[in-house]
């Protein structure tokens, strides 16, 4: 063993939920197609054996490993890069975890949920073989929460709520309260990354071409009331899409046990949804 190759960093581990029941039931040529299809998109979202030349150059800036198996995905992002190197480990690896919100916001709009766990420690790969602490204790982070989300280990917290470069930003711009939130299951509290509030915090407002085109004919005050529909609208749709997902894959389970994972999720999204939107069309109610 080199110790070169071992590092120290972040690790996520998402789970496809209801993946290994769905190949179980696969009968067809179809099937299996579909199913093809659904891990693609998940790759995709993850960036796994990426296309896009941006993508894979921030990639090898990170030296961010992504990993796709049949029913999963393995992120690691160390704290030694290119990246760390000049900008230090706060920004560049909130900024990947970040990314992993946008990343499941991507899958439950195709309705595909996930679960996850993200942990730090350390990480060996060489070849064909990985050994890895935090690989290891970000799937059992996954395994102890049973709602559809990414949770983190008390370790990864810490070390980002803790971290000296947190001083730069000021009480309303703090990032931990923004990508962070908390989560009680059977008298225990987790965290977890908030990828609804994430997601909608990132939407735009443009919608068409036919509304660029309106935008840049217009007085500056509608360009505004232009820029603000636009927003709204993406928003409510957003949230809409969501919505009618959760509903739907509530009502294709007959297990008391994944229907409450979904009302866990319901609930999650009427919370943030509220923060964004008046539309009560937008409201996940089952």
Same mark, same amino acid.
């Given at each position: 063993?080199? @110790?070169?190759d071992?590092?120290? $960093?972040?690790?996520? +581990?998402?789970?496809?939920?209801? +993946?290994g ?10 099937d299996?197609?579909e199913?093809?299809k659904d891990? %693609?998109?998940?790759?995709? *979202? +993850?960036?796994?054996?990426t ?6 150059? !921030?990639?090898?800036?990170h ?6 198996f049949?029913?999963?995905v393995?992120?690691?992002?160390p704290?030694e890069?290119d990246?760390? %190197?000049?900008?230090?480990? =706060?920004d &560049?690896?909130?900024?990947?975890i970040?990314? +992993?919100?946008? $990343?499941q916001?991507i ?5 595909? =949920?996930?679960? $996850? ?7 060996y790969? %060489?070849?064909?073989?990985l050994?890895?602490?935090?690989? !290891? ?10 709602? &559809?989300v990414?949770?983190l280990?008390?370790?990864v917290?810490?070390? =980002?709520s803790?971290?000296?470069?947190? @001083?730069?930003?000021?009480d309303d =711009?703090? &990032?931990?309260?923004r !990508?962070f939130?908390t989560?009680?299951?059977? $008298?225990?509290?987790?965290l ?9 915090e990132? !939407?735009g ?5 036919e ?8 007085s500056?005050?509608?360009k505004?009331?232009i ?12 949230l809409?899409?969501h919505? @009618?997902?959760i509903?739907? *894959?509530?009502a ?8 409450? %994972? ?9 919370e943030?949804?509220?923060?964004f ?5 937008c409201?996940?109610?089952?």
């Amino acid at each position: 063993m080199d @110790e070169k190759d071992i590092s120290v $960093g972040v690790t996520a +581990f998402i789970d496809i939920l209801g +993946f290994g029941n769905k190949v179980l039931a696969a009968k067809s040529i179809d099937d299996i197609k579909e199913i093809h299809k659904d891990v %693609k998109l998940i790759q995709d *979202a +993850f960036d796994f054996e990426t296309d896009d030349d941006l993508t894979r150059e !921030v990639q090898e800036i990170h030296r961010t490993t992504v990993l796709a198996f049949s029913d999963c995905v393995v992120v690691n992002i160390p704290l030694e890069s290119d990246a760390t %190197k000049y900008e230090g480990t =706060f920004d &560049p690896i909130m900024s990947e975890i970040t990314s +992993f919100a946008y $990343g499941q916001g991507i899958c439950c709009l195709n309705s595909l =949920f996930i679960r $996850g766990g993200l942990d730090l420690g350390w990480w060996y790969q %060489k070849d064909a073989t990985l050994i890895s602490q935090s690989m !290891v204790n970000a799937y059992k982070s996954e395994g102890a929460v049973s709602v &559809p989300v990414i949770a983190l280990t008390d370790r990864v917290y810490d070390y =980002f709520s803790k971290h000296s470069h947190r @001083e730069y930003y000021s009480d309303d =711009f703090d &990032p931990i309260p923004r !990508v962070f939130r908390t989560l009680e299951i059977n $008298g225990k509290k987790h965290l977890y990354i908030d990828y609804v509030t994430i997601c909608l915090e990132a !939407v735009g407002w443009q919608r068409s071409k036919e509304q660029l085109d309106e935008y840049r004919l217009s007085s500056p005050e509608d360009k505004d009331k232009i820029m603000n529909k636009g927003y709204r609208q993406n928003i409510d749709e957003w949230l809409k899409t969501h919505s @009618e997902n959760i509903k739907r *894959a509530h009502a294709d389970t007959n297990e008391d046990s994944v229907k409450e %994972k979904y009302e866990w999720l319901a609930n999650y999204h009427n919370e943030i949804a509220n923060n964004f939107t008046r539309n009560q069309d937008c409201l996940c109610n089952i």
